[in-house]
């Protein structure tokens, strides 16, 4: 026995369900394409730098910036908030500036940024909080070298007086032009 209870849904709302799926299948697609293909602060590449730069901080004190990436690049540049860039190094970081400022927080203290320079590729770029990280005073801005690596800074040393924020951890940058200060900073702590 048929139970007649049981209403068909009508051409008009198989259409309009069908219509749904068809969004909701193209949301999740584009989605997923952020996710994997693209290099926003959500992305599979930003994601996955961040975890890589946390775990060898935690676990040796220390991180190599060309380890963090499977790209070549030129130069990596570390842009505090109101860094003023010249017009030479704006046109070599950013050859082409699209209506979506992909540097929207360069203005806000709250953050500094890690670009890495690509040949005919736009910068990658790795905005860090300077709640959870901050980088010392007179931390050279470029890098070329290879072997560049971001170290935390030691609390209690002399170098440590350059990093004025206490309650974040400090990084300084080493590479082949780079030397620790060796002098305290005067007016701050010893």
Not at 20 to 42: D, H
Not at 46 to 56: E, G, L, V
Not at 156 to 182: F, G, H, M, V, W
């Amino acid at each position: 026995m048929i139970d007649s209870t049981v209403a068909i849904p009508s051409a008009p709302m198989r259409k309009l369900t069908t219509f749904k799926l068809v969004i909701l299948s193209m949301m999740a697609g584009v989605a997923a394409g952020i996710f994997f293909f693209s290099e926003t602060r959500f992305s599979l590449a930003n994601m996955s730098w961040h975890y890589r730069f946390d775990k060898a901080l935690q676990e040796i004190g220390e991180v190599k910036l060309g380890a963090l990436v499977n790209f070549k690049w030129d130069k990596i540049y570390l842009l505090e908030a109101y860094d003023n860039l010249n017009t030479e190094k704006e046109a070599q970081l950013f050859p082409a500036r699209s209506r979506l400022d992909p540097l929207w927080w360069s203005d806000m203290q709250r953050y500094w940024t890690i670009a890495y320079q690509r040949p005919s590729k736009p910068p990658f770029l790795i905005r860090m909080n300077t709640a959870d990280w901050y980088l010392r005073n007179l931390t050279n801005d470029v890098t070329t070298d290879l072997n560049a690596k971001l170290r935390l800074v030691p609390p209690n040393t002399i170098e440590s007086t350059y990093c004025p924020i206490q309650r974040s951890r400090c990084l300084s940058l080493d590479d082949s032009r780079s030397k620790a200060p060796s002098t305290p900073l005067l007016g701050n702590r010893p």
